[in-house]
């Protein structure tokens, strides 16, 4: 028996839910891709209208910056950079999103709610609600990570660098400074200038063996007239990292000088590596593992069992980073991998710490900064002091880019190249120094007429191994002779040529 047909009132009810309901989807879908275009249609025309002109404006400036980044990247990235703009950006962000969310109630207010079936009205009120929370949050998380980004130019990229470029190089100087328990002050144990091809990118190391004694100060220096034979003193206790403390405990002869160790001890890296120094960034050591955290840890091959402990620690009890390829470090083994003389050198000690420079530089990518951006934000706020203007941003980034495609090659200003640490020979010092930057130079005009060198993928491996220290028992004595052997054995041959390739000591990938 076929069922009774409605009546046409019935009918007629059912099919104008239909187009009402189809009506109120319609004005929040026009809302959510036009901004304006619902009030135009069914609404306030002149609320409309100037709500278009802003989205047609937000347009036309994405093309406009978008094209200027294409022609000029380096003027576009420093433009961001300055702490200004990202302010600007953040507060737009944040209007527009509210001006967004007044548009799309107002479009739900024109589709009559109050006229459309139970089930249709709360249907649209719920989606009307969600696209107005979820432009909410997004216009809220734009708003924290510009006004972050703006945070971080100003407080990190102050400027006052010297940006003249000189014999077609950057150089810059990186100070890794630890000021943890005991320690006199800071101290920056890690001195090492990168010096960067200002074209290719190809970067030379130049690392500084923190003991050497003697350092030369250069004249216009106020330290000079305590110290005119060089940087000496009794118990030969007067090495090169402790010139920081040296300058900052006699500030007095350094008067508006906010700043005299930093002040120092780049005027006498600058003396001895004969290099004009453009820029210098100091990290905390202590932080930085919270840097390394954030850019969700690094992989290295380690081609020796490295030791954790401390001269205090028993042999049996001696926690060890295993050898392995592909090894997984988070921030605090990283540190550690770094920090450790145990069983070991300061110049294997300067080999991991380049190792892990080059990590960071080969590993970073856009995935892992945008996704941990804040965590990366505010470790580069708490550990990261530097003097690179934000104009040189944009640069400093297109050469870090053509670099992650090169090899980089290191100079240790250490045994066997420097034998004597305690009367080094200066002279012989830069010598070596000017002929690591002439290999590299030449490795460039060797590459001059032909193709940017193949990029090296730096994908994560599919499969890794995660670090864990290990505790060396039965096998200590063992362990340790090969540990030492090892490191020593890798600590020459890194050492052999002033040039090595350091993919080859370390494995960085």
């Given at each position: 028996m076929a069922a009774p047909t409605p009546p046409p009132a019935d009918i007629a009810?059912?099919?104008?839910?239909?187009?009402?309901?189809r009506r109120a989807l319609t004005l929040l879908g026009m809302t959510l891709l036009?901004?304006?275009?619902?009030?135009?249609?069914?609404?306030?025309?002149?609320?409309?209208?100037?709500?278009?002109?802003?989205?047609?404006?937000?347009?036309a400036l994405v093309l406009v910056v978008a094209a200027v980044f294409l022609i000029n990247r380096n003027w576009a990235i420093g433009l961001y950079a300055n702490a200004v703009t990202p302010w600007i950006v953040a507060l737009a962000f944040l209007m527009l999103g509210i001006g967004w969310i007044a548009l799309l109630v107002d479009a739900w207010r024109l589709g009559q709610p109050r006229a459309l079936a139970t089930g249709h009205r709360v249907f649209v009120s719920g989606l009307a609600l969600l696209l107005a929370v979820v432009m909410g949050f997004t216009s809220w998380q734009a708003f924290g990570i510009f006004r972050s980004q703006a945070d971080l130019f100003g407080h990190v990229f102050a400027g006052g660098g010297n940006t003249t470029v000189t014999g077609g190089r950057i150089n810059i100087l990186l100070l890794g400074g630890d000021a943890g328990a005991g320690r006199d002050g800071l101290r920056p144990d890690s001195m090492t200038v990168a010096s960067v091809d200002a074209t290719t990118g190809r970067t030379v190391l130049v690392s500084l063996e923190r003991n050497l004694q003697g350092a030369p100060i250069p004249e216009g220096n106020p330290l000079r007239a305590k110290y005119p034979n060089g940087f000496r003193c009794a118990e030969q206790a007067c090495m090169l990292n402790g010139l920081y403390t040296e300058a900052n405990d006699n500030k007095k002869l350094f008067?508006?000088?906010?700043?005299?160790?930093?002040?120092?001890?780049?005027?006498?890296?600058?003396?001895?590596?004969?290099?004009?120094?453009n820029y210098y960034a100091l990290v905390d050591m202590e932080g930085f593992r919270e840097l390394i955290d954030a850019l969700g840890g690094i992989y290295l091959d380690i081609p020796y069992n490295v030791p954790l402990g401390d001269e205090n620690t028993p042999l049996s009890k001696m926690p060890y980073l295993d050898a392995g390829q592909h090894v997984h470090l988070d921030g605090d083994l990283t540190l550690r991998f770094v920090r450790t003389r145990v069983q070991s050198t300061d110049y294997s000690r300067m080999i991991r710490q380049k190792c892990v420079m080059s990590a960071m530089l080969k590993q970073l990518s856009p995935t892992n900064v945008l996704s941990k951006f804040q965590e990366i934000v505010q470790a580069g706020k708490d550990i990261v002091e530097t003097d690179v203007p934000s104009s040189q941003i944009g640069t400093l980034i297109d050469?870090?880019?053509?670099?992650?495609?090169l090899p980089i090659a290191s100079t240790?200003?250490?045994p066997p190249l420097v034998p004597d640490t305690?009367?080094?020979?200066?002279?012989?010092?830069k010598v070596i120094v000017a002929d690591s930057?002439?290999?590299?130079?030449?490795?460039?005009?060797?590459d001059a007429g032909s193709a940017a060198a193949t990029p090296t993928t730096s994908a994560?491996?599919?499969?890794?191994?995660?670090?864990?220290p290990s505790t060396a028992k039965a096998s200590a004595s063992a362990s340790t002779k090969t540990t030492k052997a090892t490191a020593t054995a890798t600590s020459s041959a890194y050492q052999a040529g002033q040039t090595d390739n350091l993919d080859q000591v370390c494995g960085v990938s």
């Amino acid at each position: 028996m076929a069922a009774p047909t409605p009546p046409p009132a019935d009918i007629a009810q059912v099919r104008g839910d239909r187009i009402s309901l189809r009506r109120a989807l319609t004005l929040l879908g026009m809302t959510l891709l036009v901004p304006g275009s619902a009030q135009v249609a069914a609404g306030n025309r002149g609320l409309g209208r100037f709500a278009m002109r802003v989205w047609l404006g937000v347009i036309a400036l994405v093309l406009v910056v978008a094209a200027v980044f294409l022609i000029n990247r380096n003027w576009a990235i420093g433009l961001y950079a300055n702490a200004v703009t990202p302010w600007i950006v953040a507060l737009a962000f944040l209007m527009l999103g509210i001006g967004w969310i007044a548009l799309l109630v107002d479009a739900w207010r024109l589709g009559q709610p109050r006229a459309l079936a139970t089930g249709h009205r709360v249907f649209v009120s719920g989606l009307a609600l969600l696209l107005a929370v979820v432009m909410g949050f997004t216009s809220w998380q734009a708003f924290g990570i510009f006004r972050s980004q703006a945070d971080l130019f100003g407080h990190v990229f102050a400027g006052g660098g010297n940006t003249t470029v000189t014999g077609g190089r950057i150089n810059i100087l990186l100070l890794g400074g630890d000021a943890g328990a005991g320690r006199d002050g800071l101290r920056p144990d890690s001195m090492t200038v990168a010096s960067v091809d200002a074209t290719t990118g190809r970067t030379v190391l130049v690392s500084l063996e923190r003991n050497l004694q003697g350092a030369p100060i250069p004249e216009g220096n106020p330290l000079r007239a305590k110290y005119p034979n060089g940087f000496r003193c009794a118990e030969q206790a007067c090495m090169l990292n402790g010139l920081y403390t040296e300058a900052n405990d006699n500030k007095k002869l350094f008067p508006g000088d906010p700043n005299p160790g930093l002040t120092t001890t780049r005027a006498v890296i600058q003396n001895i590596t004969g290099l004009q120094i453009n820029y210098y960034a100091l990290v905390d050591m202590e932080g930085f593992r919270e840097l390394i955290d954030a850019l969700g840890g690094i992989y290295l091959d380690i081609p020796y069992n490295v030791p954790l402990g401390d001269e205090n620690t028993p042999l049996s009890k001696m926690p060890y980073l295993d050898a392995g390829q592909h090894v997984h470090l988070d921030g605090d083994l990283t540190l550690r991998f770094v920090r450790t003389r145990v069983q070991s050198t300061d110049y294997s000690r300067m080999i991991r710490q380049k190792c892990v420079m080059s990590a960071m530089l080969k590993q970073l990518s856009p995935t892992n900064v945008l996704s941990k951006f804040q965590e990366i934000v505010q470790a580069g706020k708490d550990i990261v002091e530097t003097d690179v203007p934000s104009s040189q941003i944009g640069t400093l980034i297109d050469l870090a880019s053509k670099a992650k495609n090169l090899p980089i090659a290191s100079t240790a200003i250490s045994p066997p190249l420097v034998p004597d640490t305690v009367n080094p020979d200066w002279a012989k010092i830069k010598v070596i120094v000017a002929d690591s930057i002439t290999a590299s130079q030449k490795l460039d005009q060797a590459d001059a007429g032909s193709a940017a060198a193949t990029p090296t993928t730096s994908a994560t491996p599919s499969k890794a191994s995660t670090a864990k220290p290990s505790t060396a028992k039965a096998s200590a004595s063992a362990s340790t002779k090969t540990t030492k052997a090892t490191a020593t054995a890798t600590s020459s041959a890194y050492q052999a040529g002033q040039t090595d390739n350091l993919d080859q000591v370390c494995g960085v990938s």
